[in-house]
């Protein structure tokens, strides 16, 4: 077996791995995100507004930090997925699982 310096580890001498930690969100903040998201969403479509858009942008973005994706359908699917105690081949990667 390699050994280990910083963040890599050596699997032998041909390989290298980087090792990358991710932190989850709890399942509560998920929720309220999912749950701020959609109901911005439905403010922004009855209404539209400048307002709605930015919150949601903020909202979208923190949901992309949270679940570790790039865009806002994948966060809310990630999102969604671990409220339901569901886990897709991504998210194995992502956590080391």
Request: hydrophobic fraction near 35%.
């Amino acid at each position: 077996m390699g050994k280990r310096v910083g963040g890599i580890r050596t699997i032998d001498d041909r390989y290298t791995r980087m090792e990358t930690l991710v932190l989850l969100a709890h399942p509560a903040v998920l929720k309220d995100l999912v749950e701020r998201y959609e109901t911005l969403c439905a403010r922004h479509t009855e209404n539209g507004g400048a307002t709605a858009r930015r919150q949601m942008d903020d909202v979208a973005y923190t949901l992309c930090v949270s679940t570790g994706t790039r865009t806002v359908e994948d966060a809310l699917d990630a999102a969604r997925r671990r409220l339901h105690g569901t886990r897709s081949q991504g998210d194995a990667v992502l956590t080391g699982g």
